[in-house]
């Protein structure tokens, strides 16, 4: 099993769809996909914060995921679907908002399909503080890069104004960091790069002195 975390623009899901369209036997769980179905639904019902996390569990209940091209896309039983429904690009700043207060009751349900460990595949997980949701990992990435180029990445992709981009970075910085994990500086690689230096550390078993004598 494989984590990618960082703050959003260092490319944790750019990284991840490369490691899966090499590699056979894996598949992409992005965390924010089941947080941000969760919370179209908190928004689009108008549920207060008191009875939220009522409202949440019994909605986790049903809760299923399919494999579609090699990403776990998650969906409620009665039909309405995570890729169908959901726009990712302006529920992730409220999916933030609510992260502090929904985020363990959330993750359960990630570690619950996790644990089922999907095909016997490796699942590439994308997330934030994910050493809180799951510690045994075979490798465990964070993603940086400096903010002027996180700002610029996501201005390309989304169409990111300045103010947009300072409420993410606020929201994300209460989010807590996993410790002791393998980072990358995105700031000057490529999309290949990032990817070719992932693979070398996964060749050298996680050894950043071994992987770095070959480079």
Avoid at 108 to 115: A, G, P, R
Avoid at 126 to 147: C, K, M, N, Q, W
Avoid at 169 to 176: H, R, T, V
Wanted: aromatic letters at 8%.
């Amino acid at each position: 099993m494989i984590g990618i975390e960082g703050m959003t623009g260092v490319g944790k899901t750019t990284l991840a769809l490369n490691l899966i369209r090499e590699n056979e036997n894996m598949l992409m769980l992005e965390m924010s996909k089941l947080h941000g179905l969760i919370v179209e639904k908190i928004v689009n019902d108008n549920i207060d914060q008191d009875e939220m996390i009522s409202y949440v569990e019994g909605l986790l209940t049903a809760i299923s995921y399919k494999v579609i091209d090699k990403q776990v896309e998650f969906y409620f039983t009665c039909g309405d679907t995570c890729r169908n429904k959901i726009d990712i690009k302006r529920l992730k700043i409220k999916v933030l908002y609510f992260f502090p207060l929904l985020g363990s009751i959330i993750n359960k349900k990630l570690k619950e399909i996790m644990d089922i460990e999907i095909l016997n595949a490796t699942i590439v997980y994308v997330g934030r503080d994910i050493s809180a949701l799951y510690s045994e990992l075979d490798y465990h990435f964070t993603l940086i890069a400096d903010i002027n180029t996180r700002y610029e990445r996501l201005q390309k992709r989304d169409n990111y104004s300045g103010i947009e981009f300072y409420e993410r970075e606020k929201l994300e910085k209460i989010i807590a960091r996993s410790q002791d994990t393998l980072e990358i500086d995105t700031t000057d690689l490529s999309k290949e790069d990032t990817l070719k230096k992932a693979n070398q550390i996964i060749k050298w078993g996680g050894n950043y002195e071994q992987e770095n004598n070959q480079s």
